[in-house]
């Protein structure tokens, strides 16, 4: 049986660090980045990382079949940040029993956040260095 307590709390640990680390490191003013027209900003981007804990644990860990229909997105630092420390919590206390669910979870939060840390470096922010 699968529980979060076990050796795997490693891995959420980390990847909540450094995809906060990530968050914080964009000045608040510059959220409503985008790259490029057409994709999403900044904000945006982590909100989707903090949403897709939410899917991604219901769907894949508890195999409950959930819609996908994100709220709006946050579009403040602060809000954007508060989101995705509840979305981690949540992953945190989820009593899923799937640990492939745990991994592709882990695995959608590692590309979003990739492409954050690129968000970063058009900003000229050197993105935090990465922990494993």
Request: hydrophobic share 40%; with cysteine; proline share 6%.
């Amino acid at each position: 049986m699968f529980i979060m307590k076990n050796a795997l709390l490693p891995t959420l640990e980390n990847a909540r660090k450094y995809t906060l680390e990530v968050a914080e490191a964009m000045p608040a003013e510059q959220y409503h980045f985008k790259p490029a027209n057409g994709i999403w900003s900044f904000a945006e981007l982590l909100h989707h990382i903090g949403y897709g804990i939410f899917w991604w644990e219901e769907n894949f860990m508890r195999q409950q079949e959930g819609e996908w229909a994100p709220p709006a997105a946050t579009t403040t630092k602060k809000a954007t940040i508060a989101y995705l420390k509840q979305a981690f919590d949540h992953l945190e206390n989820s009593p899923g029993e799937n640990e492939q669910g745990f991994h592709a979870t882990i695995d959608h939060i590692t590309h979003h956040r990739g492409q954050a840390t690129i968000y970063l470096r058009c900003q000229g922010i050197e993105p935090p260095t990465y922990i494993y």
